[in-house]
């Protein structure tokens, strides 16, 4: 059974940066892309990005591209996203999700358990 | 981008009950069309992909139709653990995008 596990809270000031982590466990993870969304309170899903560990390749949501980093790690199974000069609006809960895709359709079949962001002074 | 909007917002229902959410593009994704449901403080959970597809292990009585740029999803004989929050999802082109979301309350 396929699971996706997230680094915990943090708390960060304004300007400061992230790395929130997702792990990879029960199936393969350089075959797949991961996504990572992200949802403030009470509002509905924001797509960020996304990564495609072999081959290193990214696409970021031109909204993010300046500011935000997704990465890999094959051998440790694990993707991550990087928010820099953060602001309050960054606040949100941040998930991973693995693509799956079948008859040409993707979407996002596996989802972490989210990682509670707080950017506060 | 492609703009999804969703209607209504929010939604009375009762156990029993069949209910049915619109999704709408703002232009062609062909059958491009996710539903999640997310209940509070839990991750999206994938219901129906490629528009009508049911996701292994979803009951039969979520269904979903459409093509081009209308979209709905219908629950049929509601049960007390389908009131949550539905989004569709276009994953025709990037950035993948997503309804505001639809509450479905008792």
């Known amino acids: 059974q396929v699971q996706l596990v997230q680094s915990g809270v943090e708390v960060k000031k304004p300007g400061s940066s992230v790395k929130v982590s997702c792990q990879s466990s029960g199936g393969s993870f350089s075959d797949y892309a991961f996504s990572w969304m992200r949802q403030a309170p009470g509002q509905g899903l924001e797509w960020m990005g996304r990564?495609?560990?072999?081959?290193?390749?990214?696409k970021y949501d031109q909204r993010f591209q300046d500011r935000v980093t997704i990465s890999a790690d094959t051998s440790r199974k694990t993707a991550y996203i990087e928010v820099a000069s953060l602001r309050a609006e960054d606040t949100a809960v941040y998930y991973c999700a693995r693509v799956g895709c079948s008859g040409g359709h993707c979407f996002f079949e596996f989802w972490g358990q989210g990682t509670l962001v707080i950017v506060s002074s | 981008d492609i703009q999804m909007t969703q209607s209504p917002s929010s939604l009375s229902a009762s156990i029993g009950d069949r209910v049915t959410i619109t999704c709408r593009a703002s232009q062609t994704i062909s059958n491009y069309l996710n539903w999640y449901q997310q209940k509070p403080g839990q991750a999206p959970k994938l219901l129906i992909y490629a528009a009508s597809t049911l996701q292994s292990g979803v009951p039969s009585r979520f269904s979903g139709s459409g093509s081009g740029t209308d979209f709905t999803l219908t629950i049929t004989s509601l049960q007390p653990e389908d009131f949550a929050t539905y989004y569709c999802?276009?994953?025709?082109?990037?950035?993948?995008?997503f309804g505001q979301g639809t509450n479905l309350e008792i």
């Open positions: 990564i495609i560990p072999m081959a290193d390749m990214t």
């Open positions: 999802q276009q994953s025709y082109r990037f950035p993948n995008t």
